[in-house]
């Protein structure tokens, strides 16, 4: 397209120049003409100013800037035939006369170049932008098979990144340093008789930083890094993916030692189906036949390793997950309290912070944040404090952060009417009640300002990282859930739509108990079994391998969990009744309440339950 926007802009250039040089010879014609006497009788009354003389024409320039042509009607000089025709000597010295010299075959030559070769080179110009868009179309039908890669050669970059700017991951990068040494010194290994896997596979959620540690191992080892996002080689016509992993290879091999980094793997990686329903000649399965040759064939590729992640390690063919091809998985988890905290130092590092900002803090608010949220949140405080008008960032903006990143933005022009607010308020505090008294995690904030889809929350972090849970910490959560649910019922006698998602959620985690977890009377048994749908590869289907009869005892034994966890958070809330109104109170007054705030309520109504015991 864009040669062909300069073809035709060329091509309105030239015409526009043609027709502006031949405007200036047609109007050679329509210049005034004349003759010897009238020239003679315009010399003797003084309007002439100059005569410019070629061969027979004569082109007179007049006083007044105008012009006029004639010719000389005899072979006697010009001077002569005006003196003859009676302009006196003394006129005539008034008149600039000169010769023009230009001879007939340099006319004719520019008569030439004008008719003849401006017209061939002008269809010659046309046909030479033409034929180039043309080549360029060809060229691209051809290039159809090339990898859609991108090559970052070490030292050529602005910026080289290291392990040192990948906060946490500390058994990940231990992993990765010997395919860092491998790649420095190969005849250390060869000489132990030691093969280094040849594809390494970062398996984790989204976020946790699998593209950036690959980038960090191509910068440790000081060699090119190759990358290709999994969904390039997936293409309409079989074979154009096979044929873009060949290019992909022996690109590396141009440039190996090499590394080649394969983004989101699943894209071509997925597990072949029966050959009755994909067919023989499916285009995925023929790009991943092609990487399984590429990465474990005849052909040793000694110096490039191949890197690849995902974050659905389920869905790959075994095949690919063998020895000699990914070999080794590295997991990428989570980051646990002290690796969000670097993290975040990382990420605070070219900001100003203020001298209140505590990174441990906010560490421990962000339980289950990846690293890619904990930039969002370094990055939405700066902007935050920028929108303030602050010179630094201060410990609040971050507080609003991980709010906005967590429930969005909040929505000042949603107002919520006397008795919405009067609702949000008891249910969100029968959250928190039931949390504190039932050993649940800590409440961080209780807020009844909307943000997102939310009326209201309540920010609860626990204490400590935890692999490992019980059940009754699962016990303790579904409780937890169904307080704001309870303290409606209790307040006003009847629920609202506000506690669907806390039914929806605990009800789901009820199930897990039961079918997943073993937590109820039927026992050590795991019910159902989740498996990925043969049409539409983003459904799944859940395959029942017990009776009916089985599946209305699970149901039964879910609504009795749910039961007993809803009898013993209603048992709680009547009990702390008047905590619970002053709670609400307090949320109605100032909508937000925070940590150390909450506590003091708590620790009052503590000491007034304790006196009015003491009274009883």
């Known amino acids: 397209m864009r040669d062909l926007i300069k073809s035709i802009l060329t091509t309105v250039l030239i015409l526009i120049l043609i027709s502006m040089f031949f405007g200036g010879i047609f109007e050679i014609e329509k210049e005034k003409k004349t003759n010897i006497s009238q020239l003679a009788k315009d010399i003797q009354e003084g309007k002439v100013e100059k005569i410019l003389?070629?061969?027979?024409?004569?082109?007179?320039?007049?006083?007044?800037?105008?012009?006029?042509?004639?010719?000389?009607?005899?072979?006697?000089?010009?001077?002569q035939t005006l003196i003859n025709l009676g302009v006196e000597k003394e006129k005539l010295r008034d008149v600039v006369i000169e010769k023009e010299e230009a001879s007939k075959i340099l006319r004719g030559l520019g008569m030439f170049l004008l008719y003849i070769i401006s017209?061939?080179?002008?269809?010659?110009?046309?046909f030479y932008f033409f034929f180039r868009q043309t080549k360029g179309g060809i060229t691209q039908t051809f290039d159809f098979t090339k990898a859609r890669a991108r090559v970052f050669i070490q030292g050529m970059t602005k910026e080289k990144i290291t392990f040192k700017d990948v906060g946490g991951l500390k058994e990940a990068?231990?992993?990765l340093k010997e395919i860092v040494d491998f790649l420095k010194n190969p005849k250390k290994y060869e000489r132990m008789g030691a093969r280094v896997p040849k594809g390494v596979l970062l398996v984790g959620p989204s976020g946790t930083g699998k593209t950036l540690l690959a980038n960090a191992v191509a910068g440790e080892a000081g060699v090119p890094f190759?990358?290709?996002?999994?969904?390039?080689?997936?293409?309409?016509?079989v074979g154009v993916g096979a044929g873009r992993i060949r290019d992909l290879f022996n690109l590396a091999k141009r440039h190996q030692p090499s590394i080649i980094f394969i983004d989101e793997l699943d894209a071509i990686g997925k597990m072949r189906g029966p050959a009755i329903i994909t067919g023989g000649h499916e285009e995925r399965e023929q790009t991943l036949n092609q990487l399984l040759t590429e990465m474990d064939g005849f052909e040793p590729n000694t110096e490039i390793i191949v890197l690849a992640a995902t974050n659905r390690p389920d869905v790959l063919d075994p095949a690919l997950l063998r020895p000699g091809r990914f070999d080794r998985r590295i997991v990428?988890?989570?980051?646990?309290?002290?690796?969000?905290?670097e993290i975040l130092k990382l990420h605070c590092q070219k900001k100003p912070l203020a001298s209140n900002v505590n990174l441990r803090e906010i560490a421990e608010r962000t339980p289950g944040f990846s690293g890619a949220d904990l930039a969002n949140v370094a990055n939405e405080a700066a902007i935050l404090a920028a929108r303030k008008g602050k010179d630094r960032i201060y410990q609040e903006e971050f507080y609003e952060a991980i709010e906005k990143v967590l429930l969005g933005p909040e929505r000042k022009s949603h107002i919520l009417t006397k008795r919405e607010k009067e609702i949000a308020a008891y249910h969100e505090a029968g959250h928190a009640l039931v949390s504190v008294f039932v050993g649940g995690e800590?409440?961080?904030?209780?807020?009844?300002?909307?943000?997102?889809f939310v009326g209201g929350y309540t920010l609860r972090t626990p204490k400590e990282e935890r692999k490992i849970r019980t059940k009754s910490e699962f016990l303790a959560e579904i409780s937890t859930l169904l307080g704001g649910y309870c303290a409606e019922k209790l307040k006003f006698k009847e629920i609202s739509t506000g506690a669907a998602n806390d039914l929806e959620l605990a009800s789901s985690l009820a199930r897990k108990l039961v079918k997943e977890y073993g937590m109820s009377s039927l026992g050590p048994v795991s019910f159902g079994k989740r498996e990925e749908a043969l049409f539409g590869e983003s459904e799944f289907i859940e395959y029942k391998i017990y009776s009916e009869k089985t599946a209305t005892i699970l149901d039964k034994e879910v609504l009795k969990l749910i039961k007993e966890c809803e009898k013993k958070a209603t048992g709680i809330l009547k009990k702390k009744k008047a905590l619970l109104n002053l709670l609400a109170q307090r949320l109605l007054e100032k909508e937000t309440i925070e940590k150390?705030?909450?506590e003091k309520?708590?620790?009052t109504g503590a000491r007034s339950s304790a006196g009015r015991a003491r009274l009883l």
């Open 226 to 237: 190759i990358y290709a996002s999994g969904s390039s080689f997936v293409e309409l016509f």
């Open 601 to 603: 309520i708590i620790q």
């Open 442 to 452: 800590p409440v961080r904030k209780i807020s009844i300002v909307a943000r997102s």
């Open 53 to 79: 003389i070629s061969e027979d024409n004569l082109t007179i320039f007049y006083k007044d800037k105008s012009k006029a042509f004639a010719q000389k009607e005899t072979e006697s000089s010009l001077t």
């Open 119 to 126: 017209p061939i080179l002008v269809f010659f110009l046309l």
């Open 596 to 598: 150390e705030e909450f």
């Open 173 to 175: 990068k231990e992993e």
């Open 332 to 341: 990428l988890d989570l980051p646990d309290i002290s690796e969000r905290e």
